[in-house]
């Protein structure tokens, strides 16, 4: 069974940095690109940013480029996202997510964990 379990939310201020972490069991781990995703309150979930097999390859939204950064561990079976400069509008419940192949569509993506709130007071 395939579990994504995310880590590392909360309350943040505006400039703030957090780190989110997302531990994987179930599959293999280094077969898998990994993405993460977000969805505010009234708005549909949006890519944030995704990681390939190897973590050489990288792409990211725009809003969020220059900020976020995705990193994995593919001994620990671990993906990260190192947020900073956050912003109000960054308030979302995030997602991690695999998929065999890099993408930022949400319906390329096999496997999701079940979220972590991330709020950025202003």
């Known amino acids: 069974q395939v579990q994504l379990v995310e880590s590392g939310g909360g309350l943040v201020q505006a400039g703030g940095s957090l780190r989110l972490s997302c531990a994987a069991s179930g599959l293999t781990f280094s077969t898998y690109a990994m993405g993460w995703f977000r969805q505010a309150p009234g708005k549909e979930r949006e890519f944030v940013g995704a990681n390939s097999r190897t973590g050489m390859g990288k792409i990211y939204a725009d809003s969020v480029k220059g900020r976020f950064t995705i990193s994995r561990d593919n001994n620990k079976n671990t993906v990260s996202l190192q947020m900073n400069s956050l912003k109000p509008e960054d308030t979302a419940v995030y997602y991690c997510?695999?998929?065999?192949?890099?993408?930022?569509?949400?319906?390329?993506?096999?496997?999701w964990g079940q979220g972590t709130q991330v709020t950025v007071s202003s």
């Open positions: 997510a695999a998929t065999q192949s890099l993408s930022i569509r949400l319906k390329d993506y096999d496997y």
